[in-house]
């Protein structure tokens, strides 16, 4: 078995919401990360890529018929390079960047190029279809903008349920205040907003339809300002539309290779991919899913919480992020001030299908800014699921 290492990121700002990006399609956006990736290594010949891996959760609109292979071909990667779509929801690009490290593990392949993508903006309303022709009764659109929809009748209840909802299941298992929620919130968005006045994101962030930067930071966010927001999901419930990650247009793309793809890359690899996890859960407790999935993933690599310099995790809500932690904290974590120290999806945004690919990419760079040598980028899953890896940073290790 041979190593897989990242060899580059690059991922396009994330939009709001009917932002910026609302009308670009999601295989435009996922076509500009790939772009971005190629631009950072000019040496590779895109013919050279192996496979090609990408992520994506809905499927139902424009991405259909699998946005990996025509984002690719948009790109102008040749048509001799195959490609493919995965979907596992939020942590799609996460796990495509899993599948292509075993790919190249295996010795299938010497260079893979992974990503993922979703424009929850342009995600379209679909009706079922009838089993007969001519049906007599209405028939509602629904929206696959996030969650659930033509739910199977056969599932139970308990299992279907908002992802909001939940959630705030979760605060009510782990007591996790309205306040510490909000706190956490305006933490994301000031550190995403310094991020970006130091610098940070612009050598991984391609500017997209005028847009050079994460559209959702709010840099005068405050506890006081998110305290005077409704609940969103119950009445008197502790998730808002402050304290949740916002629905998000964005793609991300990462290059992967083995040690001798370093020559046709033209670049030394910024990490290795020492371990990965993955857990499931009952569908209602998925916020808290990443837990296992890291534990397991620092398994694999050989090494413990104390030994983490750095951890992204994707704040699909404030309580979920903050129930991950206060149980990392008992199994090891040394600080809860390692997690996310660039920002995360509060204040970045959660475009489902690019956030695994943002996750790594921001990892590796805050490994080579602090010289730290190990850290781990985490996803929570609708259904109940995680996925979670471990990179090791080079230029400490060697």
């Given amino acids: 078995m041979s190593n897989a290492f990242l060899y580059s990121a690059a991922r396009t700002p994330f939009g709001k919401f009917n932002g910026a990006l609302a009308d670009v399609r999601p295989d435009d956006l996922a076509a500009a990360a790939i772009s971005g990736v190629l631009a950072q290594t000019p040496s590779l010949d895109p013919a050279a890529i192996d496979e090609v891996v990408w992520g994506n959760a809905n499927g139902a609109g424009e991405e259909n018929r699998n946005v990996g292979r025509m984002a690719a071909l948009l790109a102008g990667v040749p048509t001799s390079v195959p490609g493919t779509t995965v979907n596992r929801l939020c942590g799609s690009s996460l796990d495509a960047a899993m599948a292509g490290s075993r790919t190249i593990e295996t010795g299938d392949a010497e260079i893979v190029l992974v990503g993922g993508v979703e424009s929850m903006t342009r995600a379209p309303w679909v009706l079922p279809k009838p089993s007969r022709a001519f049906s007599a009764g209405d028939v509602t659109a629904v929206s696959t903008t996030l969650g659930w929809r033509l739910v199977n009748p056969r599932m139970p209840k308990e299992w279907t349920v908002a992802l909001g909802e939940c959630n705030e299941q979760l605060q009510e298992r782990f007591g996790i205040s309205r306040e510490r929620q909000d706190e956490f919130a305006v933490r ?168 695994g690919g943002r996750l790594l990419g921001t990892l590796a760079a805050v490994l080579k800014e602090r010289r730290e040598r190990y850290g781990v980028a985490a996803i929570c899953i609708g259904v109940g699921q995680g996925l979670a890896v471990v990179l090791e940073n080079l230029e400490v290790s060697r």
């Fill in 188 to 355: 994301s968005h000031r550190l995403a907003q310094q991020a970006w006045e130091d610098g940070f994101y612009d050598p991984l962030v391609t500017p997209v339809a005028e847009l050079s930067r994460d559209e959702g930071i709010r840099a005068g966010s405050s506890t006081g300002k998110l305290a005077g927001l409704k609940p969103s999901f119950r009445p008197d419930g502790t998730i808002t539309a402050g304290n949740a990650s916002p629905l998000s247009d964005g793609a991300s793309a990462v290059i992967l290779g083995s040690e001798s793809a370093a020559a046709a890359i033209g670049r030394d690899p910024l990490g290795r991919i020492l371990g990965r996890g993955a857990m499931a859960l009952d569908p209602q407790d998925f916020g808290y899913a990443p837990v296992e999935a890291a534990n397991r993933a620092l398994a694999r690599a050989g090494i413990t919480w104390d030994q983490v310099g750095a951890v992204e995790l994707n704040e699909a809500f404030a309580v979920q992020s903050l129930a991950c932690i206060d149980t990392w904290l008992k199994d090891g974590l040394r600080d809860p001030g390692i997690v996310n120290q660039r920002g995360g999806a509060i204040a970045i945004g959660h475009p489902l299908g690019a956030s």
